[in-house]
């Protein structure tokens, strides 16, 4: 049975719809794309293979805060790869849509894992237990039994964020 609920979590969370957007409220620097530009990524995506882009198969959706500065916040859209049942890694955006622009990225590890990590390199990681339980991180547009369970997994992990 505990198989059966795995693969329906597995499910629903990779034909998630993720909820509503989030534009990026970051205006690049430059000058903007030419139509031969627009051509030309139009024929990179319809040509190249982006397998590692396809396993990023979970989305989570939470706040991080400024390092010294629990007053400033910003929104984290995290796009994720379970590597295997300990190590999940994530690129983190700023909105959801297409003008998303990556922010970071960011390694989350099962508490196991965690201790086993030197203790100066534990200074580095943060705990997910606030984040889980204060209901700011979130995983957009999916079932909430299926959300649930899969908080029940994060609320004991640790992550190390790279902000860019």
């Known amino acids: 049975m505990k198989i059966y609920f795995e693969l329906f979590l597995l499910a629903c969370v990779v034909f998630a719809c993720g909820g509503r957007n989030t534009s990026s409220n970051v205006e690049a620097p430059g000058r903007k794309k030419t139509a031969k530009d627009k051509v030309l990524e139009t024929g990179a995506d319809v040509l190249q293979d982006k397998r590692p882009l396809k396993s990023l198969d979970m989305y989570l959706d939470g706040f991080h805060f400024y390092n010294g500065n629990m007053q400033g916040q910003m929104e984290a859209h995290h796009y994720c790869h379970p590597i295997n049942n300990d190590c999940i890694q994530c690129v983190i955006f700023d909105g959801n849509g297409s003008d998303a622009k990556i922010m970071g990225v960011e390694y989350i590890v099962s508490e196991q894992l965690f201790k086993s990590l030197p203790l100066e390199e534990r200074k580095l990681w943060h705990s997910h237990r606030h984040e889980v339980k204060s209901g700011s991180l979130i995983a957009p547009g999916i079932p ?21």
């Open 144 to 164: 909430e039994i299926v959300e649930h369970e899969l908080m029940e997994k994060l609320v004991s992990t640790y992550g190390k964020t790279f902000h860019t």
